[in-house]
């Protein structure tokens, strides 16, 4: 129950977190980009997959491994949530013999008693086509309604009389106006309405007949015109509207005016935008075109090699992941606003290694854009900053298990979390690398070239209250203290004295400090400071057996089971006493 639990968890942690991508570094660890989502990299079982995926063998950023990659068609749930979902207006949805709901596009159609639904590409029993109050035109030789908008794609002309109905995706016609283009030799049809005309009154709802637009005015009253901003300009008849097409150089008055692909009105004529040159042939052409990180557009002889991507997945295939709701199921969802019903195998037409970057409607492929290949961003592999990586270090896996001892552990942590084993610039454990040399490590004492090589014995003792720590220097060749300092406890010290005249203590005739346990092991005029035990200069004013310890107090608040309180003979000052025997 508990691997069921976490494996429900996981899979709804990953669909929330699916999203569309391009090349796989988009995807982050543990994916990679299949036909436009980022998808598990790695499987065992079809169960660590989404249900519209299979765990199958296929090509992982260059590898061959088992991952999860799109299946060929969604699988039907079955319950009438699924059928009204996809086939609104009475119809259930037809499956295939394998129990997947049966698809259809622009090109591929259901079957010859089903009907396409465009809003989801799902074949139907039968559909809502069109409101009330308007008729479904239909094929005169299919008999089936024509599509005018495929998955709420790019809007397409219907037949003379008719609209695009888009929240259906079917061409439409008014009650009174023809719903069925006839065949030829059939009798002349009735008359329909006539939409009106130039100058004439007009409805928004029924629009104006010969290229004109309804527009209404500030009382209310709508007129038909020709819409000057999208530059129309009335006919020589008086009556309709035509578009206004100039070209390159030509005097122009709106954008609209100008016919060349990425020009524009500039200066009162048609010019080409910037980033764009003339191409000879009266057009407009890039003068560059781009990849990320810097990549090389794909070249044939030459020439840009361009490809073909369906929209709807470069428009983002899982946008609609970001708005699911209670009352929809996740499949539903994303089988009818993606492209799991769309040609399964590919995304776009460019050889491996490549993608491609959508610029352009391809009018000779709707629902297509036309762009060019440009280089798949590889996946970022670990090197060494300096020198070759050891033979064990190798891709895919790289890391340092068997890194030598003249070898070190690289990992560049922005770029990849995979670490490489790259060459250490100094062989030797007890080398000190220093500009480009490498030279033994030396001690307290013993011969030198430079003062980076001279180091403690051991590691540093914790920080002293009453002493300052230096590094060493090399001195004469001879790694030294520096001036002022002592080589005490493995380390260069300066001792400050805490009681007394509390100056530097008392040293011997090498210059090393002066060691003491009680008051006793010092010459006379000299005391124990029992903070740092060493010999400093003054006179104890604390009782037999007893030293000062610098603090002064009131009462009997002084530190340590030890000490005292003690009225100095003066009477002046109270001074914290603590037995002259501490020393440990």
């Not at 090109?107 to 590409?121: A, L, R």
């Not at 130039?198 to 020709?226: L, N, W």
Request: glycine share 10%; hydrophobic share 25%; with cysteine.
């Amino acid at each position: 129950m508990k691997l069921l639990l976490f494996s429900s968890f996981c899979l709804l942690h990953y669909l929330v977190d699916a999203r569309s991508c391009t090349h796989s570094l988009q995807c982050g660890r543990g994916f990679h980009c299949n036909d436009g989502i980022c998808r598990r990299d790695s499987c065992t079982s079809d169960s660590h997959c989404h249900e519209t995926e299979k765990c199958k063998s296929g090509k992982v950023n260059g590898r061959q491994k088992l991952a999860c990659f799109l299946d060929s068609a969604p699988r039907a749930k079955s319950g009438g949530a699924v059928t009204e979902h996809y086939c609104p207006g009475g119809g259930a949805v037809v499956l295939t013999t394998t129990g997947n709901l049966a698809s259809c596009d622009l090109t591929q159609e259901c079957s010859s008693t089903h009907v396409c639904n465009p809003e989801f590409g799902i074949c139907c029993t039968k559909v809502r086509s069109c409101p009330g109050g308007a008729k479904t035109m239909l094929n005169f030789i299919t008999s089936k309604p024509i599509m005018c908008q495929f998955k709420k794609g790019r809007v397409m002309p219907c037949p003379k009389g008719g609209y695009c109905e888009t929240e259906t995706g079917f061409c439409c016609s008014r009650g009174d106006d023809l719903e069925v283009p006839a065949p030829v030799g059939a009798p002349e049809p009735v008359a329909t309405r006539e939409r009106p005309w130039r100058g004439q009154v007009c409805s928004p709802r029924d629009g104006c007949s010969g290229g004109a637009a309804c527009i209404c005015g500030s009382r209310g009253t709508c007129i038909c015109e020709c819409a000057t901003e999208f530059g129309y300009t009335a006919a020589a008849d008086g009556k309709t509207c035509q578009r206004v097409r100039r070209r390159l150089k030509e005097k122009c008055k709106t954008d609209m005016e100008c016919s060349s692909a990425f020009s524009e009105c500039s200066s009162g004529g048609c010019r080409c935008k910037r980033g764009f040159q003339r191409d000879g042939d009266g057009g407009c052409k890039p003068v560059e075109y781009r990849c990320v990180n810097r990549g090389t557009p794909l070249k044939k002889n030459e020439k840009l090699v361009t490809c073909s991507l369906r929209a709807s997945v470069a428009l983002g295939t899982f946008r609609s992941l970001k708005s699911l709701s209670n009352e929809t199921s996740l499949t539903e969802d994303l089988i009818g606003n993606s492209t799991f019903a769309d040609f399964g195998n590919g995304r776009d037409d460019c050889p491996d290694e490549h993608y491609c970057v959508p610029v352009f409607d391809d009018a000779t492929k709707p629902g297509y854009y036309q762009g060019f290949c440009c280089p798949s961003p590889s996946e970022t592999k670990p090197v060494c900053p300096v020198g070759e990586a050891h033979d064990s270090s190798f891709p895919p896996d790289f890391g340092c298990r068997n890194c030598p001892s003249d070898y070190f552990c690289h990992r560049d942590s922005v770029a990849t979390d995979k670490s490489i084993c790259c060459p250490k610039p100094c062989v030797s454990l007890e080398d000190i690398y220093d500009d480009g040399q490498c030279y033994p490590m030396a001690f307290y004492g013993d011969s030198c070239t430079l003062s980076a090589q001279c180091v403690y014995s051991k590691s540093p003792a914790k920080a002293e209250e009453y002493a300052e720590l230096a590094r060493m220097e090399c001195r004469s060749a001879i790694c030294s203290c520096p001036a002022g300092f002592s080589y005490a406890d493995g380390q260069c010290k300066r001792i400050m004295c805490s009681v007394g005249l509390r100056g530097e203590p008392s040293v011997d005739q090498s210059g090393l400090l002066i060691r003491c346990g009680r008051s006793s092991d010092c010459s006379l005029g000299h005391m124990c400071d029992p903070n740092n035990h060493v010999c400093c200069k003054g006179t104890n004013r604390c009782p037999k057996d007893y030293v000062e310890t610098g603090e002064l107090c009131t009462d009997d608040n002084c530190r340590g089971v030890s000490q005292i309180c003690h009225l100095t003979k003066n009477g002046k000052a109270k001074i914290c006493c603590t037995l002259d025997d501490t020393y440990t």
